[in-house]
């Protein structure tokens, strides 16, 4: 195993030694190791914390670490002190009088990001200890440990400090933290999509916020083999189509994030720009890049309007319809050398462009589909260029999303002289490549490439095989759904219950911190409103997913739902899957429902089956740390929802071994 041999912290060594060294010479080391300049405020923060620290540790054998990077969310813990089996996570807010709960949350987040990302932490007791040294007396000094071993953050006046961590170090549960170890030991981040694109946009590479481990090491290598074949569609005057695969949550969205970040220079030869249809995922990442942007400028003293921050982050990612319509008013080629088109299985058929070119941009005769077309538009240029498509396996869940196929046969029969790099995997039935795969395999300059798919989930950091249990769930393939879920067992959880307030109950005491919880629902779900689910209620995006816990339109408020369409492509750490009739479970398969005017009709047509199917597949990979699925009794007085609809996939569910709540 390889190990680091870089240290995370600004200032590291035995509590011993510590004990010995002068408060300035190791003020002096943290100023020295610090990647900024030091100022007055934080010299005297850091003054003041050692003085407390020398205090509270006299008598403690372990070691201590201070400013401990936390490379996930790009902060650093102040202090980390090692002692018998216990890691403390210390976080002063010198001279507050009260404990903030964004304070609590902080030092909460701190302590799980070790819990789940730091291998040697991850048998290790941890406790959280939040000081507000101008505080009158403690909040919460009563140890009390979740399952996994992350105490309740501590909530300390400083005099309380010191009886709390020698209480602490003396338990006996857990093995011994060994300081070496532990100081060396691999960090494995799986940051989420809005995470990993606050650090990339930041000037940070892929290497600094992605897993290290071997599972997951093709993260790195998708990403440079992209690196390697746009520089040598440059070096060779080449026009490129690269076509990389994944399972649901595999990272592709932040391979292509990766991409877009090192090419976004604009002058830059190779300039890039990430594209995606997905309107919601567009907007969030947009928002949380602009107040990103604006914080940073604004921390540097450099004064700027959230206008003047937005400025950048929208030349960086672009809503894929903005940049084709560019292509109808310029006869030239776009600005842009390579581009990344962010699920590009959703592209629109030939029937749904031609009908949209027709009514909204009046032009009667236009006969490509938007594959096709954006294809043409990068064609202009007269050297080079490079398509890298994105492309999610199971994934169309619109009318007119026309799935790869497109893409390959208008690559076969318009652009012959285009190379194609195509991941091996797209001949997996998800990726419903078919004969156009065929086709395009049989015309030259197609090239299948295995380091283009990324095989393992990046969202469900505890549990990789979440979307082979729901492909196998969805695919009613029992044993092996029930195999996949006793793997799961342990280390993510989810749970089925007919009783919503349970469910709700259940994912808000799960979520800790600042993990985001939230309910999610088919667009086809429209006989939850007896439970106060209206799915035709819109949500806005950006407040769902970035508003706080006291945001009325906040996921974490629990009152509004989200749809397929508003979460594919994101993410919550705790999720509440709600099960209409849309979808039943009727002996050895499926039965497929939309709901008009006052009853159910049956699907009958293949396309919107499958679109359905998939809706389910987006809402039961949205969790990253675990779920509920609330399927609903049903009511014998409402036709609508006769217990019938709904009794055959609860039982078909417990069939698979997902236990009920209670």
Known sequence: ????????????????RFLSTSVDSIVGKLAANGQFDSVAEQVHAWQQETYLLKEWLAGVDGELFLEFTIPRVGSRIDAVVL??????????????????????????DYALDLKNFHEASHSARIVPILIATGALSSRNASLEFAEDGVARPLLLHPSAVGLAIREAAALEVGPIVEAREWSVAPYRPTPTIVEAARALFSQHSVDSIARHDAGARNLRETSQRLE????????????????????????????????????REEGNPTHAVFLSGNGPLVAVLREALTLDEQSRNRAAGNRITKEGAAKPVKAFIQNVH??????????????????????????????????????????????????????????RHSDWAAIVCLVGGGQEIHTGEAGIAEWLVACTEQFPDWHLYISDKLVDSEYAAGRALDMVTARGKSHLEGSLHLAVSMRSFRAESLSAFVKALLDCETEGARRIFESLRGRYPIFITRDLGAAKRWIRKSARGTERVGMVASSKAMR?????????????????????????????????????????????????????????????????HDFRGSRWESVRQVERRAYLRNAYRVLLTRARQGMVIFVPPGDREDPTRPPEYYDATFRYLSNLGLPALG
């Open 1 to 16: 195993m390889v190990r680091s041999t870089i240290s995370r912290a600004w200032y590291q060594d035995s509590i011993a």
């Open 83 to 108: 002692s018998g089996r216990v890691v403390f996570v210390l976080e002063f807010k010198v001279e507050a009088s009260e404990f903030e709960a964004s304070a609590r949350n902080q030092v909460w």
């Open 228 to 263: 390697e074949l746009i520089d040598d569609a440059r070096s060779r005057s080449r026009k490129i189509i690269c076509f990389v695969t994944g399972v649901p949550g595999a990272g592709k969205t932040l391979v292509g994030l990766n991409v877009a970040t090192k090419r």
């Open 322 to 379: 903005h940049f084709r319509d560019e292509a109808l008013v310029d006869d030239g080629p776009p600005a842009d050398r390579v581009v990344i088109f962010d699920e590009a299985q959703r592209a629109w058929n030939l029937r749904k462009t031609a009908s949209f070119m027709r009514q909204k941009k009046k032009r009667p005769d236009f006969n490509q589909s938007e594959a096709a077309f954006l294809i043409s538009y990068m064609n």
């Open 528 to 592: 939850l409103k007896p439970h106060a689910i209206d799915i035709r209620v819109a949500i806005d995006p950006v407040n769902w997913f970035l508003g706080d816990s006291s945001d009325i339109r906040s996921s974490d408020y629990l009152e509004d739902c989200a749809t397929e369409f508003q979460v594919q492509g994101l993410e919550l750490d705790w999720v509440c899957v709600n099960w209409d009739g849309d979808l039943r479970f009727a002996g050895s398969g499926w039965t497929f």
